[in-house]
């Protein structure tokens, strides 16, 4: 997993800070609640109005974790195959994070995820990138056919190993929407310390089976004969 690193500088031209770039993509069907879960991360509110994301939605945020800068940027992309095509390419690019997110109310939504994630598979998005699934609007259930709904995703996320969480951008306190971006956030900065360590880890064993060649008396004397 690759992350970008961001430093900036005092007025003597000494580096004053280093701070991480983390892409998280967020993916699911038109109308899931997508944009309104990085508008609420990002800004702390709801939107006024929605309207249909047509191209891209980019957010960022700035995070500070245990001393560390994470700058959070957040990929919201149409869910229209039409609006999807020309950039699926770039989107998928260097991706460190991906939220899937369907609607508890639109079934449909929930039974396109296999899609959605077979197209991360096909762009070479392994089960080493930290993946979170998110049931929202829950503030709108009412009926049964959504708990067993929930049930459902719940066995999803527990098979293919994703975080789970229930929230609704719209309700009063955020239901969890910090939580979902912020342990993703920290669970890449953990994945970044362990491979930082394994790579460590594997230097120092290299440097000490690196083997030995055994000199001679006969190829030193070769070695420091000079010939005139």
Same mark, same amino acid.
């Given at each position: ?10 007025? !003597? ?9 983390? *892409? ?13 879960? @990085? ?29 560390? *800068? ?23 690019? !260097?991706?460190?994070? %991906? ?12 039974? !396109? ?15 080493? %990138? ?5 049931? !929202? ?25 994703? /975080?789970?969480?229930? @929230? ?10 910090? /939580?979902?971006?912020? @342990? ?5 900065? /953990? ?17 000490? /089976?690196?083997?030995?060649?055994? %000199?001679?008396?006969?190829?030193? *004397? *070769? ?6």
């Amino acid at each position: 997993m690759d992350s970008s690193l961001e430093s900036s500088t005092s007025s !003597n031209g000494n580096p004053v800070r280093c701070r991480r770039t983390c *892409k998280i993509i967020v993916i699911g069907d038109a109308g899931v609640g997508k944009t309104c879960l @990085t508008h609420r991360f990002c800004t702390g509110q709801f939107p006024s109005r929605t309207e249909a994301t047509i191209g891209v939605d980019f957010r960022e945020k700035l995070l500070d974790l245990e001393g560390e *800068k994470i700058k959070v940027q957040l990929w919201d992309t149409a869910g229209q195959e039409r609006f999807r095509k020309s950039m699926v390419q770039h989107y998928y690019r !260097n991706v460190h994070g %991906i939220v899937f997110v369907f609607d508890v109310t639109d079934p449909t939504s929930f039974c !396109n995820l296999p899609i959605w994630m077979d197209e991360c598979r096909q762009h070479s998005l392994g089960v080493d %990138i930290p993946r979170a699934l998110v049931c !929202n609007k829950a503030d709108l259930v009412t009926s049964t056919t959504a708990s067993v709904l929930i049930d459902q995703a719940r066995h999803l996320a527990e098979v293919h190993g994703m /975080s789970f969480y229930i @929230t609704s951008a719209k309700g009063r306190k955020g239901d969890q929407v910090d /939580s979902i971006f912020v @342990t993703l956030a920290q669970r890449l900065k /953990s994945q970044r310390r362990e491979s930082v360590n394994e790579l460590v880890l594997q230097c120092r064993s290299e440097s000490f /089976s690196i083997p030995a060649k055994v %000199i001679t008396p006969q190829e030193t *004397k *070769k070695k420091w004969t000079c010939i005139c």
